[in-house]
């Protein structure tokens, strides 16, 4: 019973040691927390929304889903039309007629 009684004192003064260095060593090694500077961005240049200075995420497209080309990730413009002018159905864009 003695030996027991020791046993427990000795990890319950080890736990008391070494939990407030193993939070102090946790709290100063986080990877989530991110510094900001006076601009509110990053060491990588994007804000705290995601987003760069010119307004893109690190994917590339900015807030509506398009890339400085003006196409989506499925490769379609804000019309609905591919760099080839055909919309995901397989339809030509119409050229628009000019009257003189």
């Given at each position: 019973m003695k030996k027991l009684l020791c046993a427990t004192a000795?990890?319950?003064?080890?736990?008391?040691?070494?939990?407030p260095v193993t939070a102090a060593q946790h709290n100063n090694n986080r990877s989530s927390e991110r510094h900001y500077d006076e601009h509110g961005y990053d060491q990588n240049g994007?804000?705290?929304?995601?987003?760069?200075?010119?307004?893109?995420?690190?994917?590339?497209?900015d807030k509506h889903g398009y890339n400085n080309r003006g196409y989506n990730k499925h490769g379609y413009d804000r019309a609905g039309y591919n760099e080839h002018g055909v919309d995901r159905h397989g339809n030509k864009r119409r050229q628009q007629e000019h009257h003189d």
């Open positions: 000795v990890f319950m003064f080890v736990g008391l040691v070494a939990a994007y804000n705290r929304r995601g987003y760069n200075r010119h307004g893109y995420n690190r994917h590339g497209y």
